[in-house]
């Protein structure tokens, strides 16, 4: 029986986001969580409700087990909940904070590649077209 509750996907290219990753499944001791890495060449987004590599990787995307597509901060706060360290992400939900936490996030987003020292989205996704 499959038991996952949330599809998350990361580049596994990204140092960060691998810790992230690795951290998550070792607290994920129900297997609720299934990652996929959407750096692999095998990645498709077909199979998961469609979102592109070049969306995944702008932003943090996960799909929950009845189908809603959650983005940036709204996925660490379901995965955490799920491994039972949701109380790290709830104060990213409080009405005062809830906007400041999603501009860091989409801040952190968007100079990702270039802190993590990898080339800007638009040529991985070129990159990515010829292989």
Not at 59 to 74: N, R, S, V
Not at 99 to 121: E, H
């Amino acid at each position: 029986m499959d038991q996952t509750k949330l599809i998350l996907l990361f580049d596994g290219a990204c140092p960060l986001c691998q810790r992230e990753v690795t951290f998550l499944r070792s607290k994920d001791r129900l297997n609720v969580i299934s990652f996929v890495d959407i750096d692999s060449p095998s990645y498709n987004p077909e199979f998961f409700r469609g979102i592109s590599y070049k969306e995944a990787m702008g932003q943090i995307h996960a799909i929950t087990d009845t189908g809603e597509i959650l983005k940036d901060i709204a996925v660490f706060r379901e995965a955490y909940r799920l491994v039972g360290l949701g109380w790290i992400y709830s104060p990213t939900s409080l009405p005062i904070l809830a906007p400041l936490f999603d501009k860091a996030y989409r801040f952190w987003a968007g100079w990702r590649l270039a802190i993590t020292g990898r080339p800007p989205l638009e040529q991985l996704c070129k990159l990515r077209e010829i292989n």
